[in-house]
Every structure is written in structure tokens, then in C-alpha cells.
């Protein structure tokens, strides 16, 4: 059960916060002789109102929060520091992230020399609630921050995900909302007594130069912040453009459907670009791309006056591109396609999606350099890294599967996209080889004749006697090849003869891969191998 009272830092406890002159005097006067101001100045001349009486009923309106659930910060990053100044014991307490995040968590935790826990989103960029479980009875965990959407990801987490934390976990659960204009949902109307929730002025409100962050939450954790914080933060003029930007909601919300409809426009032009390998999912205000080759792109870019970020330190190759204007965007989407930045090879990738299975298949022809694969059928993989070993590829497989119905579908599904992306990678397929043959391994010997000429057929003559190799169905072998045909729109000619069904099958995999290999050589003649003039 969530208990207040035992997460505050004893001293804070006992804090006697600073009273100001207008906290000592709440009413008005004639003339204020109380706070040391200036009498004279430029309209400026009085302390700003510390309660923020009117910045709290604008947006309480804005929102449709109560106004005694908000605290105002200098930005966002105050409101994270307070958290932590006012529930951290130094030395002795922690706090858990969740990244790739946010940098200014871990910033504000260093500096109050608080202890960082970090659990790492999976690859899908969401919590492993099960991984995660074991972590929320540490009695010094007392804070975890949540960005949902996720800096730099753009995606939303979970909301079943972040319930359950908020149910088993006696510490404050934060949760970031900075892009929550830009998504489909928000944490701000749950009634849970041990969520918090920050949002800012920066983004939707487009209010980043005042420097305004509001946190949202129970009464009694907002008495603690206010103990804690600085009397006059915010100051009058911050205040005042804020509130005028509150009695604008149509106009907000225009500006938001703008960047939502440009975010969609950039996702849908990005991937048709030379050196672009994925453009993640977004529900904030920018998109996580990856490229062949970041570090190019980035230096291109800024040479032509453009500037995104770098979050390659992050997620490899990973550049982070926020949505500007339709003009902006336009420039943006010029000066990529004006560059070659596909420097690193032939690439091509499939992401394959069904009830059934989850694949993404990244191939490179040009640089055997990074290679993995893992299907969660052994002997599959062994058979796969053939193809990346001998074919002098770079292969990264990741199948998610129904293995607890069989391993059918996960093996007929990496066929389809692997033929995909090799598809995609071979492009307009001119200057290539088009053909490839054979090898002999132990006691077997097999042939494997290609064309890569457009055209998908399969001859397989190999006789398999085992019913399975390792945990793999000997009778999904040519269903391999077939489904690999297929979508690579290729010729496949097989035969095997030998004793050994392991040998038998490992021989053909290996002699499709000195097949590809000797097929997607290029040369520099960019000549379409085909008399007809098209394949």
C-alpha cells in the first residue's frame, strides 16, 4: 500500500519552508511597503504572485484537473529535481528509469547524489513488466520515471503496463507527458494516489522560451513539492504568456492536427529515401529514424542548414527528427533525396506481421559485418547463419513465433521476409551476376542453381528420411525455399543426394549461400543481365 508519509526524507519532514511577504500578507493594499521592492520600475517592479492564482485556474480549465492538484516549475526539469530533493535520501535511496529515456532523469538524480536503476525497454521500446516485478520491493527505490510517448522512441508504453507498476509499487510512479497532445491518451484523470504526472508548455503549447513545467498529482504529494520549491519560481511574465496561450485552445489544437498530419507525411516519404532502414512508430512531436549511416546524414544535413539530433549513443544509427512546418519538411525531405547516403551497401529489411508471427529481417549485401539470428528454433538458426557465413552477407533475423503450436509458421514467415528483403536490397537489380551454383560437404553432395531474374520457381529433389533435424520438420525445408522464391522473385533449382539428413539439409543451406553469394556480385557496368532489357 501506497503510505505518503514514509517515502518523504525525514529533514524534509521537519522543513519549515520559507515564507514570503505575500505569503505572510494574502489580501490587498494600497500601498505595499513589505517586500523590499522597488516602488518605482517598469511595471515590473512586484514580486510575481507565488501562488499563481490565475496561471492554476487557466489551466485547471484547460485540462479539467482541480487547481490544488498542480505545482508550476521553472520547466520541467525543476519539477523532476523537487522529486527527487523531496522523497531521495542521498547516498542511500534510488530511483528507476526506463531506457532509451529522457537525459535530464538521470542529470537530476546525479546531481542530488541519488542512485540510478536502469531497466531497459525491450526491443519493441515497452516494459517488461515481468523483468521489471523483483525491482519494486526495494524499499530505497522511491521514485520511477516514466517518459509515455517515449524520448526518443515517440512511442506511447503500455498504459496495462504502467497500472501495474502503480499498483505494486509503494514508491511514486512519474509519468512524463510532455508529447501526450501528440497521442491518444493521458494518465491525468486516473485516480491513484501514487501517480504523478508532468507535462510542459514547450511542445503542443509551443511555449519552449518561458521555461514552464506543471506537475499533476495528489494533494498531499503537491504540500510536500511546495515545501520544497522556491517561493517566486515562475516568474510574472512567464506566468502572463502562459495563461494568455491557455485561453487559445482552438488555436493550440490546430497547430497540433498540423504536426500530427506532418509527422504522417514524413513517415510515409522517409522510407522511399536512399540510406533510410526504419522510421519507428511516433505519438510525439518528432520521429526516430534509422539510418545506414547516421554520422553521414547528420554532417550532410547541417552543411545544409538543417539540424536534427544524434541519438546514435541511444539506438545505433538513430537519428531523432522533429516535425517543423510543411515548408520545413519540404526542405528536410529535399536534401535527403539529393544525397546518396546508402554508403554502407545493398540493404533491404522486412518487418512481417501476422496473428501468428512477429519478424524483422535487416539484410545487407555489401557488408558481412553484423549478423544475428535468432528464431528460437536451434537448428533453423544454424541453418540461417549458413546463409550469412558462406553467402558473405550481413543478416539479422528476430522471429517471434507461435512455437507452442509448432514451428511451421515461424519457419514459412522468415522465408517470406527474408525473400523481401533480399528483394528490396537487390533493387533494380542491375550489374549483378543473376546466377549462382554447388557444394560438397562430408558424405553429401548438393547443388543449388540460382537466378535472380524476377521470376519465382522452385525444383527441389533432396530426400530427407528423419521426420525432424533438431527441432526443426525436415518437411519445411523445401517449404523454405519455396517461400524464399516467392517474395525474392527467384529461380531455385536443389538437389542433395548423401546418408546424413543433418549434412544433407547444412550442404544445401550452404550451397544456397555460395549460390546468392556468387549471384548479387556486382560490377560497375550497371547493365540489367537480361537480353530482354527487363527482368
Request: include cysteine; proline fraction near 5%; hydrophobic fraction near 40%.
Amino acid at each position: 500500500m501506497f503510505e505518503l508519509e514514509k517515502l518523504i526524507r525525514p529533514n524534509i519532514k521537519t522543513l519549515k519552508p520559507y515564507k514570503s511577504a505575500r505569503d505572510e500578507f494574502d489580501g490587498l493594499a494600497e500601498i505595499s511597503l513589505d517586500a523590499n521592492e522597488n516602488p518605482f520600475g517598469f511595471g515590473l517592479n512586484r514580486y510575481p504572485d507565488a501562488e499563481m492564482t490565475e496561471l492554476k485556474r487557466a489551466f485547471s480549465k484547460f485540462r479539467n484537473v482541480e487547481s490544488d492538484q498542480l505545482i508550476f516549475g521553472n520547466g520541467s526539469d525543476e519539477l523532476i529535481d523537487l522529486l527527487i530533493r523531496a522523497f531521495c535520501e542521498p547516498s542511500l535511496d534510488r530511483i528507476l528509469i526506463f531506457p532509451p529515456t529522457f537525459g535530464m532523469y538521470k542529470v537530476c538524480a546525479n546531481i542530488n547524489n541519488v542512485d540510478v536503476v536502469e531497466e531497459h525497454l525491450n526491443e519493441d521500446f515497452q516494459i517488461d513488466f515481468e523483468s521489471l516485478m523483483p525491482k519494486l520491493s526495494d524499499p530505497n527505490l522511491k521514485l520511477i520515471f516514466i517518459c509515455s510517448p517515449n524520448n526518443p522512441t515517440g512511442n506511447s508504453l503500455d498504459k496495462e503496463a504502467i497500472l501495474q507498476i502503480c499498483a505494486g509499487f509503494k514508491g511514486i510512479v512519474v509519468i512524463d507527458e510532455a508529447y501526450v497532445d501528440f497521442a491518444e491518451r493521458s494518465f491525468i484523470q486516473e485516480n491513484i494516489p501514487n501517480l504523478f504526472t508532468i507535462q510542459t508548455f514547450s511542445k503542443a503549447l509551443g511555449l519552449a522560451g518561458i521555461r514552464l513545467g506543471v506537475g499533476i498529482g495528489d494533494v498531499k504529494i503537491i504540500e510536500v513539492l511546495n515545501k520544497v520549491k522556491p517561493p517566486y519560481n515562475v516568474n510574472t511574465l512567464t506566468q502572463q504568456k502562459a495563461i494568455d496561450a491557455l485561453k487559445r485552445p482552438d488555436e493550440i489544437q490546430k497547430q497540433v492536427n498540423i504536426i500530427i498530419e506532418e509527422r504522417k507525411r514524413l513517415r510515409e516519404a522517409l522510407p522511399k529515401i536512399n540510406g533510410v532502414k526504419n522510421v519507428y512508430p511516433s505519438e510525439a512531436n518528432f520521429l526516430l529514424v534509422e539510418f545506414d549511416n547516421a554520422k553521414t546524414v547528420y554532417e550532410s544535413l547541417t552543411k545544409n542548414g538543417i539540424v536534427v539530433r544524434d541519438r546514435s549513443k541511444q539506438i545505433e544509427n538513430a537519428l531523432r527528427i522533429t516535425v517543423g512546418t510543411p515548408e520545413e519538411n519540404d526542405r528536410l525531405l529535399s536534401a535527403l533525396k539529393n544525397e546518396n547516403y546508402s554508403s554502407a551497401g545493398r540493404t533491404g529489411q522486412c518487418l512481417r506481421s501476422t496473428s501468428e508471427t512477429q519478424i524483422l529481417v535487416k539484410v545487407n549485401l555489401d557488408d558481412p559485418s553484423n549478423s544475428s539470428v535468432n528464431t528460437g528454433i536451434p537448428f533453423f538458426d544454424h541453418m540461417l547463419e549458413q546463409i550469412a557465413r558462406h553467402g558473405a552477407i550481413g543478416l539479422q533475423i528476430q522471429t517471434k513465433g507461435d512455437l507452442h503450436i509448432d514451428p511451421h509458421h515461424s519457419i514459412e514467415d522468415t522465408a517470406l521476409a527474408l525473400g523481401t528483403a533480399f528483394d528490396n536490397a537487390l533493387g533494380d537489380r542491375k550489374g549483378i551476376e543473376r546466377y549462382g551454383f554447388l557444394l560438397p560437404m562430408d558424405d553429401c553432395l548438393a547443388q543449388v542453381a540460382i537466378d535472380f531474374g524476377g521470376r519465382p520457381w522452385l525444383e527441389c529433389d533432396a530426400q530427407l528420411k528423419s521426420t525432424h533435424v533438431g527441432d526443426m520438420p525436415t518437411e519445411m525445408v523445401s517449404h523454405f525455399f519455396k517461400s524464399f522464391s516467392d517474395t525474392a522473385r527467384c529461380n531455385l533449382n536443389i538437389k542433395a543426394e548423401g546418408d546424413n539428413d543433418h549434412h544433407k539439409i547444412e550442404s544445401i543451406f550452404k550451397a544456397f549461400a555460395r549460390a546468392i553469394k556468387m549471384a548479387v556480385r556486382k560490377d560497375d557496368s550497371g547493365v540489367l543481365p537480361s537480353t530482354k532489357g527487363v527482368l
